[in-house]
């Protein structure tokens, strides 16, 4: 069983619960119905394979569990995991596991990032965000394979594929250099085709909190703004913008936070939106603070850390960049106007 089965399996899975699927003609669904149950006992089959050599402690639903295992799999067999204790979060992109530790990591407890097969179609709207960036293989290192960057263009199965594990190296490679430049982010451990593995930022009973389910103190409201910006200026120094920043993006724990979720990162100098995208992240961490009490002025801010980055302003958000069904976004296009 290739990723490309698990894809179509989890695809078919989501359409069997829209509307439009379930009006659709007889026969479509006799014919989704029957594929369905043939991939059903082939992932069974996989993922009974599979746990024969590997028992964690989490028992997920089998289908979960057969994309669980093959996605950590090489992970477990570097010992970088020795278990997987529980599922923390289904987030939009992937699902997020605590797992403890093998004999390669120096901490007890990591977290395993495992992305969806799901992601592939979000990746649709992943060209704001490619936009001038050059695509990872597995490795991390830049994709100089012409069948490859072809089938990426072409949007074949295997240039999809190559896409989505760009998307994944790039997560992990911002890790890396955040870490190694003394930013607020987990430490990166490993990465695999489909998941990575980083510090767990909690302890055993809890998973930190987002900052955005938080009301903080006025004077721990500034002290975690100034380290945010610090954060935020650290990375425009290594030449990156996080891309969806906010205060669900930011974890906070016994008075520290940790940034995540950087798959979506911009190079500034390469992206032609990039001020407009870091004029969002500033806008949408300004906004959390303010309802926390801390003055601020997103503009201003964003201005002066993007221009003392030696790089220059150079047009309005752009619409296609706004979200309509967030209030902060409708906010940035009336004042715009
Ligand atoms: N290193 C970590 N330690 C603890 N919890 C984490 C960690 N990374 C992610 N999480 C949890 O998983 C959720 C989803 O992770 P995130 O990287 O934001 O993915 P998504 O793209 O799905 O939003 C986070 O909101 C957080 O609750
Ligand atoms: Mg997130």
């Not at 278990?83 to 605590?98: F, I, T, W």
Request: glycine share 4%; aromatic share 10%.
């Amino acid at each position: 069983m290739n990723t490309n089965d698990y894809i179509k399996f989890f695809e078919e899975l989501d359409d069997s619960n829209d509307e439009d699927a379930r009006s659709s003609p007889k026969r479509t669904s006799q014919r989704r119905e029957s594929r369905k149950l043939e991939m059903d006992a082939r992932l069974f089959v996989h993922a009974q394979e599979i746990s024969r050599e590997f028992q964690f402690t989490y028992k997920a639903a089998r289908f979960e569990e057969a994309w669980l295992l093959d996605s950590l799999v090489e992970i477990a067999e570097h010992q970088w995991i020795s278990d997987v204790l529980r599922k923390v979060k289904s987030g939009k992109e992937a699902s997020v596991y605590l797992c403890r530790s093998g004999g390669g990591v120096d901490a007890p407890l990591v977290a395993a990032k495992v992305y969806r097969p799901r992601s592939l179609r979000n990746l649709k709207n992943d060209h704001q965000y490619r936009a001038g960036r050059a695509d990872l293989d597995e490795n991390g290192n830049v994709i100089v394979d012409d069948g490859a960057l072809y089938a990426m263009q072409k949007r074949t199965a295997y240039g999809e594929e190559v896409r989505h594990q760009s998307w994944i190296a790039y997560e992990f490679k911002t890790l890396e250099i955040l870490h190694q430049a003394g930013a607020d982010v987990p430490r990166p451990y490993a990465m695999e085709r489909n998941a990575i593995l980083m510090g767990f930022v909690g302890d055993l009973a809890n998973a930190a909190p987002t900052l955005h389910s938080l009301t903080l103190e006025l004077d721990e409201a500034k002290t975690l703004f100034d380290r945010v910006l610090r954060n935020i200026d650290l990375m425009l120094a290594h030449d990156r913008i996080h891309g969806d920043l906010s205060a669900f993006n930011i974890l906070y724990w016994e008075g520290d936070i940790a940034l995540i979720d950087f798959p979506q990162v911009v190079i500034p100098e390469s992206n032609p939106a990039s001020w407009s995208i870091f004029l969002r992240d500033v806008t949408r961490i300004c906004q959390y603070f303010s309802t926390q009490g801390v003055r601020c002025n997103a503009r201003k801010l964003a201005s002066e850390l993007w221009v003392s980055h030696g790089h220059r302003i150079v047009k309005e958000v752009d619409p296609r960049y706004l979200d309509p069904d967030k209030a902060e976004d409708r906010r940035i296009w009336a004042k715009q106007k």
